[in-house]
């Protein structure tokens, strides 16, 4: 993303804490990393950062945390992750 303001988090800087720390910050968000989706269980779905901490479920940004975020700066956002694409099909989605 030359030319454009932000930060990038790669490897070890991937974590969810790093994130966190600064994602109301930027007007574009653009995540591409390793996700899972689940259509039955809420729960199950969640976005993966960088092995970090000694949980495993504590390096996952779950669904219902990502609801919560404060996003007020962010115009947009882009998940490119494994598992991203279910659910019905809609005319019109990119």
Known sequence: MAGLPGA?????GATKSNFLH???QW??????????SSLTKTSGSFIAFYPGD??????NLYLEELYGLNLGATRLVIISACETGQG?????EG
């Not at 000694?54 to 390096?59: G, L, P, Q």
């Not at 019905?88 to 019109?92: C, E, I």
């Open 54 to 59: 000694a949980r495993a479920d504590d390096n």
């Open 22 to 24: 600064t994602v109301n």
């Open 27 to 36: 007007p574009i968000i653009h995540l591409a990393t390793h996700a899972v």
């Open 88 to 92: 019905r099909l809609a005319g019109k």
């Open 8 to 12: 990038q988090y790669v490897d070890s």
